[in-house]
T-cell receptor
Framework: GQNIDQPTEMTATEGAIVQINCTYQTSGFNGLFWYQQHAGEAPTFLSYNVLDGLEEKGRFSSFLSRSKGYSYLLLKELQMKDSASYLCAPLDSNYQLIWGAGTKLIIKP | IAGITQAPTSQILAAGRRMTLRCTQDMRHNAMYWYRQDLGLGLRLIHYSNTAGTTGKGEVPDGYSVSRANTDDFPLTLASAVPSQTSVYFC????????????FGNGTRLTVT
């Protein structure tokens, strides 16, 4: 079957760095998305990885290892506004998104 | 402002009633999707449409129907609502499906009593 595993909740301090891990098992693979979702709001696109390695985009970076079925989202210089849920979603062989339940990130001052 | 508009924002509905959730996008995206989001679960795909005139079933289609008469509109209908359909419903679109990122509407919070 298809499965996504992410921590349910993480806590970090303002100004620090946090890494949110995601492991996945899918029928085929066509890349992996990360989305951010603030409480009560819609998800918004953060990143897409299809090749192995690290993609950096400002304070946010996303890493992919296809052989390990593993990705992480790295958030640097944390700000209070980064408090949100982070959704990992790989694309399977049919280009269907498989969504994880998300990781709720709590930032403390 | 370009984007996706969903209506209503929230609704309380008696079980057995019929309800249509509206979704309109002005980005001329080909693909559109309906998801439901429940606490502790990932987003689950209800129905999708790769282009105007075509629709397909997602992971949890039972009790729901959709139509795609044109590029912009993708309404979701609950023919006879049941309490298990209490959820937050998100409409989304993408330029060409596949690996294009999704753009989401603000959601409809539906409570079936």
């Amino acid at each position: 079957g298809q499965n996504i595993d992410q921590p349910t909740e993480m806590t970090a301090t303002e100004g620090a760095i946090v890494q949110i891990n995601c492991t996945y098992q899918t029928s085929g693979f066509n890349g992996l998305f990360w989305y951010q979702q603030h409480a009560g709001e819609a998800p918004t696109f953060l990143s897409y990885n299809v090749l192995d390695g690290l993609e950096e985009k400002g304070r946010f970076s996303s890493f992919l290892s296809r052989s390990k079925g593993y990705s992480y989202l790295l958030l640097k210089e944390l700000q209070m506004k980064d408090s949100a849920s982070y959704l990992c979603a790989p694309l399977d062989s049919n280009y269907q998104l498989i969504w994880g339940a998300g990781t709720k990130l709590i930032i403390k001052p | 402002i370009a984007g996706i508009t969903q209506a209503p924002t929230s609704q309380i509905l008696a079980a057995g009633r019929r309800m249509t959730l509206r979704c309109t996008q002005d980005m001329r995206h080909n693909a559109m999707y309906w998801y439901r989001q429940d606490l502790g679960l990932g987003l689950r795909l209800i129905h999708y449409s790769n282009t105007a005139g075509t629709t397909g079933k997602g992971e949890v289609p039972d009790g729901y129907s959709v139509s795609r008469a044109n590029t912009d509109d993708f309404p979701l209908t609950l023919a006879s609502a049941v309490p298990s359909q209490t959820s937050v419903y998100f409409c989304a679109s993408s330029d060409s499906g596949g690996n294009s990122p999704l753009h989401f509407g603000n959601g409809t919070r539906l409570t079936v009593t």
